[in-house]
């Protein structure tokens, strides 16, 4: 089964600090979209669109890093159409920074709230929400070992 790997991404390390090492040991097959700074090209959106149909199970983490709303869209898509989903939601506290500057309270509250709804949607489908990478990426690898 394959695991494709959403959620924030730029300069954020979950995939690599903490979901890959998860993932592996487990000896889950999994696609991670995220590359380095400048290796983007548009042949890679084709691949990344390929590995998101193929897969069978995503491992979704939204966390404080990200002023992204994409995947947020692409998270609640998934779960409409009924995939298997492991879930990590991090709310935007207060005094997290953005390039070095503060967030202005609407764009943190309107952030926020897009998270809320994405929650909200998890819930009334049964999709439990983790607000530890950690913890999504062991139940991403509970839910691969159960349709083994």
């Known amino acids: 089964m394959q695991v494709f790997l959403g959620g924030t991404s730029g300069k954020s390390t979950w995939r690599k600090d ?12 999994y696609f991670n979209p995220q590359l380095g700074e400048g290796e983007w090209t548009p042949e890679h959106q084709k691949i990344e669109a390929v590995a998101k149909e193929r897969a069978e199970l995503w491992l979704f983490v939204i ?4 002023r992204g709303v994409a ?16 879930l990590a939601i991090r709310m935007i506290e207060e005094d997290t ?5 503060p967030l202005d309270e609407q764009e943190r509250k309107d952030l926020n709230r897009g998270r809320a709804y994405l ?12 607000d530890d990478v950690a ?11 159960q349709a083994g």
């Open 135 to 145: 913890e999504a990426a062991k139940y991403a690898a509970s839910l691969v070992k």
């Open 18 to 29: 903490v979901a890959l090492p998860i993932l592996e040991k487990a000896g889950i097959s």
């Open 71 to 86: 995947s947020l869209v692409e998270a609640a898509y998934r779960i409409g159409q009924g995939r298997q989903i492991a």
């Open 97 to 101: 920074l953005f390039d070095g500057l």
């Open 119 to 130: 929650l909200e949607v998890a819930t009334q489908n049964n999709v439990p929400v983790f």
């Open 63 to 66: 966390t404080e890093e990200t």
